[in-house]
């Protein structure tokens, strides 16, 4: 919350300074087209020449350029003159230092911010790295966000730019399929990537990239072809998504099994009811590693469900008795109120 008042505040202030600077602008242009105005109208009146003859001879006074005189000026004309010199240089000169001002505080504002950017990419330690910013990358990005998952974007169009500065996400204006933009990411200290550009072959590329570099490395990638599902696997992928091909069993779910599919959906992606699931690490340190279930009292004192196991060696345990033993490594797939959730996760981790 804190953080989040802090860069509110940023932001006022930066369109504070940038509302000031652009009225400062405004302000002086208005005032210069006064001076065009009024030194076109005085030499209309005083030298009695025509609109153009007046104009050209205010410009090339207001500017100082050095032109020869339409014609001749009589006294009240030169000191008209000399006026109109001195109210020219001073608006030109207040118009064009402020412009000046505006355009070196917005560089100096954007290099100062690459440079925190960057050091902010080189602080992360077990994020994800995200490339692609499209329809599924914002859905990512926004479910990783309420999950406070430290992450950092890829994507080579500079109008996300602005979004994801606005969202306070770390992220990288390049193309994720070159390895040193993978590697200026942070992958070698990354948990995991997820490859969710447009293109198979972009994706199948990076997912290539990112195993040469990190061979131990989480890579989810998105495939828009059922065909090359094999190839990423081959590739290097531990996980590959058809998101058309999940869209529509879901919408065949929803249409056999309405109300199981609602409940899933409620506890998987519900954010605003205090029911979830998760899964949940058993370390060493934990309290409850070498007990059963029965033991460990998870049903009776945080009234949470235990689904299924997942041993070590990759079996799922699905519905475990209560003579199921926890240990170390294993991951439990709970079902329970939020709040329950956590201070299990918390019991589960030994801190």
């Known amino acids: 919350m804190i953080l989040f008042i802090i860069m509110q505040d940023r932001k006022k202030t930066d369109l504070k300074t940038s509302s000031s600077a652009l009225t400062h602008i405004i ?58 010199i001195f109210m020219g240089m001073g608006i030109i000169g207040y118009t064009l230092g402020t412009s000046a001002q505006v355009m070196i505080e917005f560089q100096l504002r954007n290099l100062f911010g690459r440079r925190k950017l960057g050091h902010k990419i080189k602080k992360l330690k077990d ?5 692609g910013y499209d329809r599924i990358g914002r859905v990512i990005v926004d479910e990783l966000l309420y999950k406070k998952i430290p992450m950092v974007v890829i994507d080579k169009d500079p ?4 979004d994801l500065s606005d969202l306070n996400v770390p ?26 550009v447009s293109t198979d072959a ?24 059922e065909q090359s599902y094999n190839k990423f696997i081959r590739g290097g992928a531990n996980r590959v998504v058809l998101p058309y091909l999940i869209g529509g069993q879901k919408m065949a779910h929803i249409i056999t099994k309405p109300i199981v599919s609602e409940f899933l ?54 519905n475990p008795p209560p003579d199921a033993l926890i240990t170390a490594g294993d991951v439990l797939i709970a079902l329970g109120q939020k709040n329950d959730l956590n201070a299990l996760k918390v019991i589960l981790s030994g801190k």
């Open 27 to 84: 302000c002086g242009l208005i005032i210069l087209v006064a001076v065009i105005a009024t030194g076109t109208a005085g030499y209309m009146v005083i030298e009695k020449w025509c609109f153009l003859d007046a104009l050209y001879m205010t410009i090339i006074t207001i500017t100082t350029v050095g032109f020869k005189e339409v014609g001749k000026v009589s006294d009240t004309g030169r000191i008209f003159t000399l006026v109109l």
């Open 127 to 131: 994020h994800y790295i995200i490339c």
């Open 159 to 162: 109008d996300v730019e602005r």
């Open 171 to 196: 992220y990288i204006i390049d193309d994720a399929t070159m390895e040193d933009v993978l590697i200026k990411a942070g992958i070698i200290r990354a948990k995991g990537l997820v490859s969710a």
């Open 202 to 225: 972009d994706n199948l590329f990076i997912t290539m990239t990112a195993r040469g570099l990190k061979p131990d490395i989480f890579i989810l990638a998105r495939a828009r072809e």
């Open 265 to 318: 959906e409620l506890t998987v992606h519900g954010k605003e009811i205090e029911l979830g699931i998760e899964e949940l690490g058993v370390s060493e340190k934990s309290q409850l590693h070498g007990k059963t279930l029965a033991t460990s009292g998870i049903r009776q004192k945080l009234n949470v469900m235990i689904v299924a196991i997942m041993k070590q060696n990759g079996s799922m345990l699905f």
